[in-house]
């Protein structure tokens, strides 16, 4: 039976990871797009202004820096590899660090930039990096760049979760977990790909058949713990 992986992502990263999947897997696959969050830019504070280095956490963030006349060639502190990229694609100087907000801290507060940083994030966002680095003696400050606004599981999505196929439900934030829990309870049993362990706590309310947490918190890691979940699927219902 070809299993229904449901990308919950927003376009364009949920189409990119939905290709990397299926430039990997060599069985059939049935992929539908039903985005679970809704990316709206919001008019960015004055205090943008103030800026010096910026830190950004997401290409949606990176997207909105692009739009605020800040001058080419800033230094932007990245959470992975993607969004350096797109820093960089955006005129930035970027400066790229893990992928994920506790070990970009780690690696500001060790490289201690005397300059202010402005933290340009969604309206839904973890880690408190601007605190955190205040807190640490460092000059930080975040502007809410955007609004994630939920969705629900579209027609397509919906016929697949009665349709008697395996179900895939990749997760690519704890937000985006949250938002597919208050669209379940679901009768037909799922599998999860989860990003984080933060993701993995929260979608064990989505009672799983099976999870598989990726080994780093990036699309790579997401793409690679998809081929693991789509394996042990095809080995149970063989």
């Not at 955006?90 to 660090?97: E, R, W, Y």
């Not at 507060?109 to 005397?114: E, F, M, R």
């Not at 706590?201 to 793409?223: E, K, N, S, T, W």
Request: aromatic letters at 4%.
């Amino acid at each position: 039976m070809t299993p229904t992986l449901i990308v919950t992502r927003p376009a364009p990263q949920g189409a990119a990871y939905a290709d990397a999947v299926q430039a990997r897997w060599a069985g059939s696959l049935e992929v539908i797009q039903s985005p679970l969050l809704h990316i709206v830019p919001v008019p960015l504070s004055p205090m943008v202004a103030q800026a010096e280095a910026l830190i950004l956490t997401s290409v949606n963030g990176v997207a909105v820096a692009a739009e605020a006349g800040l001058p080419a060639g800033m230094a932007a502190w990245c959470v992975g590899e993607k969004t350096g990229q797109a820093a960089q694609d955006a005129g930035f100087s970027p400066i790229v660090g893990p992928a994920d907000a506790e070990g970009l801290i780690g690696m500001i507060s060790a490289a201690g930039p005397a300059m202010t940083l402005v933290h340009i994030r969604g309206e839904h966002s973890r880690g408190n990096i601007a605190e955190r680095l205040t807190d640490a003696g460092l000059r930080c400050t975040e502007v809410i760049g955007y609004k994630q606004h939920a969705k629900k599981l579209n027609a397509a999505a919906l016929d697949a979760l009665t349709s008697g196929a395996p179900v895939v439900f990749p997760l690519f934030s704890p937000r985006t977990a949250e938002i597919l829990v208050e669209n379940g309870p679901f009768t037909t049993p799922i599998d999860v790909v989860a990003i984080s362990s933060a993701v993995e706590v929260i979608a064990v309310d989505l009672q799983p058949r099976f999870m598989v947490v990726a080994d780093r918190p990036d699309v790579g890691g997401v793409v690679d713990a998809t081929i693991a979940c789509l394996n042990a699927l095809c080995s149970r219902v063989q």
